[in-house]
């Protein structure tokens, strides 16, 4: 069983900054690949940016130079800062965690992001 609690959603406008946390609780959290996803209105679940094991991050294309993704391994935390929030980052984020070996996704609640103009 993994347990997710997240942090850091919120209203912001355009041109804001928001952080997203995530504590997972999940004894090999560190040997895991863990991220980001977003679903917008009416969109399907997209990639925001993960990041492995070995700390190897990936990012989609919209997130390349305004989100960082980053862990903490102690803490068991996964944390998104974003920053130039445009209107079209309106979106229910959820944390993510791939688990080794299966590759089976688990899934956080998520969190709703929403950037007004």
């Known amino acids: 069983q993994v347990q997710f609690e997240e942090f850091g959603g919120g209203s912001v406008q355009v041109g804001g900054s928001l952080r997203l ?32 094991s070995d700390g190897t991050n990936e990012y989609a294309h919209f997130a390349k ?16 800062q974003m920053t130039d929030l445009k209107p079209e980052d309106t979106a229910v984020y959820y944390c993510n965690l791939r688990g080794r070996g299966t590759g089976r996704d688990y899934w956080g609640q998520g969190t709703q992001v929403t950037v007004s103009s």
Do not use: H, M
Not at 37 to 51: C, F, I, N, S
Not at 65 to 80: C, E, H, M, P, Q
């Open 65 to 80: 130079g305004r989100f960082t993704i980053s862990r903490d391994n102690a803490k068991k935390t996964v944390s998104l």
């Open 21 to 52: 946390s995530c504590t997972v609780s999940r004894n090999t959290f560190s040997g895991n690949r863990v991220g980001w996803y977003r679903q917008g209105p009416g969109k399907q679940r997209e990639l925001v940016a993960v990041v492995a």
